[in-house]
């Protein structure tokens, strides 16, 4: 079984940057996809972006794409989300997931097995 720990959320300003860690745990976890989402108040929560077991594929949804990027490192056991340029619409607690599937990395939520606690990212207008 994998554990999630999310690390690295704060307030920001619109147009800044932010770095979210995730540190996963348990020898295995190089054998999972990794993906990261985020979910507003009042809203579903919804893909922001994906890396496959290796990390070589790696996919993101349109809002974020340019803006967002995910790198892993599995000798760490760790993914991380660089975002910058944030906008005021990229405030919600983001959640990093994984699933154990040697497919590319899936965009819905429901296809991941193991979740974070989530970590809070606020951008100010």
């Known amino acids: 079984q994998v554990q999630l720990v999310e690390s690295g959320g704060g307030l920001v300003q619109a147009g800044g940057s932010l770095r979210l860690s995730c540190a996963a745990s348990?020898?295995?976890?190089?054998?999972?996809?990794m993906g990261w989402f985020r979910q507003a108040p009042g809203k579903e929560r919804e893909f922001v972006g994906a890396?496959?077991?290796?990390?070589?594929?790696?996919d993101y949804a349109d809002s974020v794409k340019g803006r967002f990027t995910i790198s892993r490192d599995n000798v760490r056991n760790t993914m991380s989300l660089q975002m910058n340029s944030l906008k005021p619409e990229d405030t919600a607690v983001y959640y990093c997931a994984a699933v154990r599937t040697f497919r590319n990395p899936p965009h819905d939520r429901y296809e991941y097995d193991y979740w974070g606690q989530g970590t809070q990212v606020t951008v100010s207008s």
């Open positions: 348990g020898p295995t976890s190089s054998s999972y996809a």
């Open positions: 890396t496959s077991r290796s990390g070589g594929n790696t």
